[in-house]
């Protein structure tokens, strides 16, 4: 795993992550819980352009909205690449509480139709897009400095709306972009978003492709259609 990943997990909960990658063996993804709230979900699979935005229509589908997240890629038998996903999720209705086997098992059964292509998010985007949040969002997107010369981080703050990660993940992938890694945060109702990103082919993402995605993630946030002060678009 990532030295960010080290860093930030020890314990049982290192070991119930272990435990659910464990559990996949040749699966096409493995959901199980964690932490003692109970409302963690780590979710393992093969990586892929996308994951993401499935992923979080599969949380959608089992009524859950995301609060944090942390999504993480390591190197796996076979050449593979493995995504390791955690989040920290709220029932997106009644009743609140925590989480239960029967709500993993819900997200790893729609997950794995997804990607099995028995079940697509057409009906998600839909219901998602339908939802604007209560009020105005003002939102900023930009891109941050990073060190290593290939990965660039977007840094998106907005106002928090149900299905917000599953819109700005599935913006990424229309942009034949790869999410290598990510944090999501929700402060009351302010998300504050990071997603390290290279394109496909693993190359940097050069400045004039920054500014479409820029653009994409904006119109992801609140649809240009409608009508809202405009949003911040930083360098």
């Known amino acids: 795993m990532p030295a960010?990943?080290?860093?930030?997990?020890?314990?049982?909960?290192?070991?119930?992550?272990?435990?659910?990658?464990?559990?996949?063996?040749?699966?096409?993804?493995?959901?199980?819980?964690?932490?003692?709230?109970?409302?963690?979900?780590?979710?393992?699979?093969?990586?892929?352009?996308?994951?993401?935005?499935?992923?979080?229509?599969?949380?959608?589908?089992?009524?859950?909205?995301?609060?944090?997240?942390?999504?993480?890629?390591?190197?796996?038998?076979?050449?593979?690449?493995?995504?390791?996903?955690?989040?920290?999720?709220?029932?997106?209705?009644?009743?609140?509480?925590?989480?239960?086997?029967?709500?993993?098992?819900?997200?790893?059964?729609?997950?794995?139709?997804?990607?099995?292509g028995e079940a697509d998010a057409a009906?998600?985007?839909?219901?998602?897009?339908?939802?604007?949040?209560?009020?105005?969002?003002?939102?900023?997107?930009?891109f941050l400095e990073d060190g290593s010369g290939v990965l660039s981080t977007l840094e998106v703050e907005t106002t928090d709306r149900s299905g917000l990660l599953f819109a700005l993940a599935t913006a990424l992938f229309r942009q034949r972009v790869q999410i290598v890694e990510s944090q999501v945060r929700t402060r009351e109702d302010r998300v504050f978003d990071r997603f390290r990103i290279a394109e496909l082919d693993g190359t940097a993402i050069s400045p004039a492709r920054r500014l479409e995605i820029q653009v994409a993630v904006l119109n992801a946030i609140e649809p240009a259609s409608r009508s809202v002060p405009p949003p911040r678009l930083e360098p």
Request: hydrophobic share 50%; aromatic share 4%; net charge neutral.
């Open 4 to 116: 960010a990943y080290a860093a930030r997990f020890e314990g049982e909960v290192r070991a119930a992550h272990a435990a659910t990658a464990l559990a996949r063996a040749d699966a096409l993804a493995a959901v199980g819980r964690f932490g003692a709230e109970g409302t963690g979900l780590c979710v393992v699979a093969d990586d892929r352009p996308g994951l993401l935005a499935t992923i979080s229509a599969a949380l959608i589908t089992a009524g859950l909205d995301v609060v944090t997240a942390e999504v993480y890629t390591r190197e796996a038998a076979g050449a593979r690449r493995e995504a390791v996903d955690l989040f920290w999720v709220r029932r997106a209705a009644a009743p609140a509480g925590p989480l239960g086997d029967a709500d993993a098992a819900a997200v790893e059964n729609a997950l794995v139709r997804m990607l099995r």
């Open 123 to 142: 009906s998600v985007e839909k219901l998602v897009s339908s939802q604007p949040p209560a009020r105005p969002p003002d939102a900023t997107v930009r």
